[in-house]
Nanobody, 116 residues
Framework: QVQLWEFGGGLVQAGGSLNVSCVAS????????MAWYRQAPGQERGWVAS??????YIADAVKGRFTISREVFSNALYMERNDLKPEDSAVYYC???????????WGQGIQVTVSS
């Protein structure tokens, strides 16, 4: 069983920066991929960025403004977000899976609001 804990949501003005973090915990943890998704009101949850052993991947909508990094030993995933726009307002969710399993684990989500 994997638990995901997200940190760093809040309110920020357009053009500002706000970073989010996710930490995975669980016994015998062997995390493979970690990723960020987001869901705005009335919209489906969409992929933002992910970090897998093969590399980092960023959605076109945030490329150049968001960066992602991971600390493997602490099972932590970070996302630095710059030049935030009102359309970046959403609940941000962390997702992870483990080697040898097809199960996806999700965090509870954190609210990020960008004011214009």
């Amino acid at each position: 069983q994997v638990q995901l804990w997200e940190f760093g949501g809040g309110l920020v003005q357009a053009g500002g920066s706000l970073n989010v973090s996710c930490v995975a915990s669980g016994s015998g943890l062997n995390v493979n991929l970690m990723a960020w998704y987001r869901q705005a009101p009335g919209q489906e949850r969409g992929w933002v960025a992910s970090k897998a052993p093969a590399g980092k991947y960023i959605a076109d909508a945030v490329k150049g403004r968001f960066t992602i990094s991971r600390e493997v030993f602490s099972n932590a995933l970070y996302m630095e977000r710059n030049d935030l726009k009102p359309e970046d307002s959403a609940v941000y969710y962390c997702k992870a899976n483990t080697f040898g399993s097809s199960t996806d684990y999700w965090g509870q989500g954190i609210q990020v609001t960008v004011s214009s």
